[in-house]
């Protein structure tokens, strides 16, 4: 009964007139930008969230939020038609979307998936208020020493398990965390990497840091690049949209299986939805009688990934609200926008400010309905849009990349520094280094630094102390266990690689 | 393909580089302090040594393995950089409506595909556009015109 209250006061507050409509302009503008092939989720939240920032802290999150899951359905439109993920919780969507299209069936494809989005949504949406609060009650005995672990914990396997190299995702996490210690130390006042400079000071911006990785890089390395996925027209004139009988009885099963893994998998650090997805897929394919329809259209494979990724896109929602660590880049930046808002998530937020947190919630609720009654009738506007060639495309993103970077603080050199960013970004994707990782080292580094201050001063400098407490101890040990795992792993794979080095290449 | 995998090599080591010469900086300008009285210092020196061994963690296995070289693109980054800086330039001296049009037609010769007249029409479509968002719109605190010569 409790949790119908919560309910009543978080949609007194999502349902004013003003919030609805910054929810659905949310919606529309990150669906828009989603929509773009190669544009993925952490482009597009970071080119739209200045947008937010004059609005007032309620309105501002909940169209942050409607920009958030515009973005993930916009990707996944994009990987139905042109086989373009624009993320990599999208791949999947690739596997069976795009045979459903080319079978000229997008508009099934591209109606399950909407309706599959609403589903997984709501799921984890409701997981996610049952938990919120019980956890938020737990974490309130937490010290220092148990945030700092989980927050290693989250960098560790953030950058260790959803990365294909290892080594690569814990250099880019560290090396974010450098880069936050640039600017003023909060605890002593030195101005740290400054070199005399008065604006550096402040630090870096999350904001223009994640614009110039995610933005100006992306368009750096896809500007020039051959194109030559296009739509079929067949497919855009989405004829046929409402699927048959036969595609609704084979839905409903996969979709609550999808919806069950993704919340689960969603709310553990580091995993997060492009591992939901995956896990979705295999046990779709793995129980499924007919395990070789899948991969050529099968709507079973379209459905619970999609179920999957949106329930994980909720109930990553969890440690980031409860406890003010994020689990993944994407979060990092959402909690990096709530920060420049001034609202600090932590276990205190729910008791605080209950209609900040409940309104939160149900505008994510309110936000998802909004893609179902937009999304229907607007998948053609969204289809003739990807026909627009990209080159037409990149100077417009280009123009709102620069006047989102200026309008933050009203400083040209913040343009500046997105380009610098974007140079580091087109860089790191020529080495093939991910940026995710560095984001989410950048959010969570002076964070890292403070509590791990904090509890070596409670401590007074006795490290044994820290690992002795019970939660910080085990979260510790299991972090250390993820690193020996990588490393073991890594080591195999090395001796493999010399095994291969060492073979005659010209036999074949 | 090249006989070492060079891309992972320079990243290595430019990672190894970049984070011994932070933890240096940092050694000899920051007070380091005591574990129970942590200095400014002892974050970046202690994240500088993780990120060197990263980098030698990354590069040492690469110099015994084949790799694919990167190309680099030089054109659509010295337009894109020509275009960005004219938006830092131009946006508080002569305002929001020729930075943004003059931006919008630079960047497009990135790629060769753009006809000169179409440019010139995205540029200004992008000019209306942008005006009503944040101008009309959103009503940022940015002059539309600003020529002060």
Known sequence: MELLANFALGLETAVTPTNLFFCFAGVFLGTFVGVIPGVGPLAAISMLFPITFYLEPTAA??????????????????????????????????LDGYPMAKQGRAGVALFMTTIASFVGGSFGIIILSLFSPLIAE?????????????????????????????????????FGMLIATVGTDSQSGVGRFTFGS?????????????????????????????????????????????????????????????????????????????????????????????????????????????????????????????????????????????MIHGIQPGPTLIVEQPSLFWGLIMSFWIGNLLLLVLNLPLIGLWVRLLLIPYHYLYPAILVFLCIGAYSVRANPADVLIVLGFGFVGYAMRL???????????????????????RSMVLARGDVIDVISRPIAGTVLAISLAILVWTLVGAIVRYCHGRKDLNEPSTGK | M???????????????????????????????????????????????????????????????????????????????????????????????????????????????????????????????????????????PIASFDWSF
């Open chain 1, 431 to 453: 080495a093939d280094l991910p940026a995710a990782p560095l984001l989410l080292g950048f959010v969570l580094g002076p964070l890292v630094e403070m509590q791990f201050r």
């Open chain 1, 61 to 94: 999150l909940i169209m942050l939020a409607g920009i958030y899951y515009g973005t993930t359905y916009g990707g996944s439109t994009a990987s139905i038609l042109l086989n373009i993920p624009g993320a990599t919780s999208s791949a999947v969507t690739c």
């Open chain 1, 138 to 174: 737990y974490a309130l005995t937490f010290g220092p020493a148990e945030y700092f672990s989980l927050m290693v914990l989250g960098l560790i396997a953030a950058s260790t398990i959803a990365n294909a190299s290892p080594s690569k995702g814990l250099a880019m996490v560290v």
């Open chain 1, 198 to 338: 008065m604006s550096l000071l402040e630090g870096f911006g999350i904001s223009a840091m994640a614009m110039g990785l995610f933005g100006v890089g992306e368009i750096l390395s896809s500007v020039g690049a051959t194109r030559d996925a296009k739509i079929d027209s067949s497919s855009a004139k989405l004829l046929n949209m409402l699927p048959t009988k036969d595609d609704w009885r084979r839905s409903w099963a996969p979709g609550l299986r999808g919806s069950s893994i993704g919340s689960f998998i969603g709310a553990l650090p580091g995993t997060g939805p492009s591992i939901a997805v995956f896990m979705a897929y295999a046990v779709e394919k793995r129980i499924s009688k007919t395990p070789e329809r899948f991969g050529t259209g099968a709507i079973e494979g379209l459905v619970a990934p999609e179920t999957a990724n949106n329930a994980a896109d909720q109930t990553a929602f969890i440690p980031t609200l409860t406890l003010g660590i994020p689990g993944s880049a994407t979060m990092a930046l959402m909690l990096g926008a709530l």
């Open chain 2, 2 to 140: 090249l006989d070492r995998d060079y891309r992972d090599i320079v990243s290595g080591l430019g990672l190894t580089l970049t984070g011994s010469a932070a933890a240096l900086y940092a050694l000899s300008e920051y007070n380091i302090g005591t574990f129970s009285r942590m200095g400014p210092g002892m974050m970046p020196v202690s994240l500088g040594i993780i990120l060197a061994v990263f980098g030698l963690v990354i590069a040492i296995p690469a110099l015994s393995r084949r790799g694919e070289a990167a190309q680099l693109k030089l054109r659509p980054i010295v337009v894109m950089s020509i275009s960005i800086l004219s938006f830092a330039l131009m946006i508080e001296k002569v305002g929001i409506v020729p930075a943004v049009f003059f931006t919008t037609v630079i960047a497009t010769f990135s790629e060769t595909q753009v006809p000169f007249a179409k440019a010139l029409m995205l540029g200004a479509g992008m000019t209306l556009l942008t005006w009503s968002i944040f101008i009309l719109g959103l009503g940022l």
